[in-house]
């Protein structure tokens, strides 16, 4: 082979390698994305606690997950008991007792203390984000993959989102939430994930307001159930009826 070819081949296999070793972004995503149940239909138990300077408030929840476009999460404290929150593609809605309507709802919207709702009721950010990958740095004791994702359709909670996620691992270790405006909203932490056989899921993670309020929220998952969810559940001319 003539030094031409030579050096054409040896250019190519570089090529080659490099592009090998650059991390995809979109399957870092998805890996980050099974963390928080990977099931096409399953269900899960949710404890909410907001911390302020004076007080501490737990609310329980039961939240149902059909697919990538489906959910209902159901309030179970006692006070709340009947009221409901259906997610249907972009569309959200609040159920609440003795009411003939529901009313629309977006998925920014507080649900308790720094959870918005779309925290809650949309698990998956591939569905709602475009991610590339911005840097690598240390968070939550590992090295990680920093990924941009900014949102692809109106139903996404956050315009844009930082999240570090493991290289190691592939687990979300930190997120910054950012508005539309460009202004850093909130930070949470992935504090803690099963250590059982299978998959790792999230245990509990840590919201922290940004806006001066002081307050922190913390989100405990137990009870992963993947189970077939009847699409009645998510019908909205039945809920509540």
Not at 108 to 121: C, E, I, P, T, Y
Request: net charge positive; charged share 25%; aromatic share 8%.
């Amino acid at each position: 082979m003539s030094k031409v070819g030579i050096a054409f081949a040896l250019t190519l296999t570089a090529v080659g390698l490099a592009q090998a070793a650059t991390p995809d972004p979109l399957q870092i995503l998805r890996a980050a994305d099974l963390t928080r149940g990977g099931w096409d239909s399953y269900e899960v138990h949710l404890v909410i606690a907001n911390e302020t300077k004076n007080r501490t408030e737990e609310h329980l929840f039961d939240v149902l997950i059909k697919g990538t476009d489906r959910s209902l999460v159901r309030f179970m404290n006692p006070r709340d008991k009947g009221r409901e929150l259906l997610m249907l593609g972009d569309d959200m809605w609040v159920f609440l007792p003795n009411t003939q309507r529901p009313v629309r709802i977006t998925p920014l919207q507080r649900l308790v203390g720094n959870a918005s709702n779309g925290d809650v009721a949309r698990t998956r950010y591939e569905e709602d984000y475009t991610p590339t990958l911005i840097a690598q740095e240390e968070a939550g004791g590992e090295m990680c993959h920093v990924l941009e994702l900014v949102a692809k359709r109106k139903a996404a909670t956050y315009q844009k989102v930082h999240l570090w996620v493991g290289v190691a691992s592939s687990l979300p270790r930190r997120a910054d939430f950012f508005l539309a405006s460009g202004r850093r909203y909130k930070t949470a932490t992935f504090d803690e994930y099963t250590s059982v056989s299978g998959p790792r899921l999230l245990v509990r993670m840590t919201i922290t307001d940004l806006t001066g309020a002081g307050t922190k929220t913390t989100m405990r998952y137990s009870g992963y159930t993947p189970r077939e969810l009847p699409d009645k559940l998510f019908n909205k001319s039945t809920i509540g009826r």
